[in-house]
């Protein structure tokens, strides 16, 4: 069989190389051969949105799929929205002939049986839930600091004082007046 893997962190202090590791060793204790490597080194709520994976759905859906297995770290390394989504997204693979493997979830595996699914909508609801307590808890710390006085942000640098400068619609405004 042909894999592709998909890693991804949640920040840009981490890094997807502490994953390959074990992914390249699950694929060949399995004896299936690495075709495709995707890799998001940044959160999926910055820039694109988990790019790499918009990219591993669209090399799939336009007839380009080279693999026959999605390996990944873990459920929540694809999402985290909940059980519906993660479902959906699975499913999206697996009709195009594509099964999703998680090196730490053994049970996601296409032979796993009958419980295969409940599983899988158990740990999405797991991780949407741990995402939302730790978002919670940000929100709480941040609101904890403005009411203590601590200014968030950055400091003020040197391009900070003075005059702002006019440019785009600053200036097209200022001209109209």
Known sequence: M?????????????????Q????EAHAESRGWQIVETYRE????????????????????RGGKRKYDVL????????????????????????????HVVSVNESWTHPDAGPMRE???????????????????RTKAGLARAIANG???GRPAGKKDKGKRKRTG???????KR
């Not at 893997?5 to 920040?11: A, D, F, G, K, N």
Request: glycine share 4%; proline share 2%; net charge positive.
């Open 2 to 18: 042909k894999a592709a893997l998909y890693l991804r962190v949640s920040t840009t202090e981490q890094n997807v190389d502490n």
């Open 20 to 23: 390959l590791p074990a992914l």
């Open 41 to 60: 080194n940044e959160s999926a709520w910055r820039a694109g949105h988990q790019r790499e994976l918009a990219r591993l759905l669209a090399d799939i």
């Open 71 to 98: 390996l990944i770290w873990a459920l929540d390394r694809l999402s985290r929205q909940g059980i519906g989504p993660l479902l959906q997204l699975i499913n999206s693979f697996e009709v195009y002939g594509c």
């Open 118 to 136: 409940m599983f899988i909508a158990m740990s999405a609801w797991a991780a949407k839930f741990e995402s939302d307590r730790r978002s919670e």
């Open 150 to 152: 601590k200014k968030l």
């Open 169 to 175: 619609y600053l200036l097209r405004y200022a001209n």
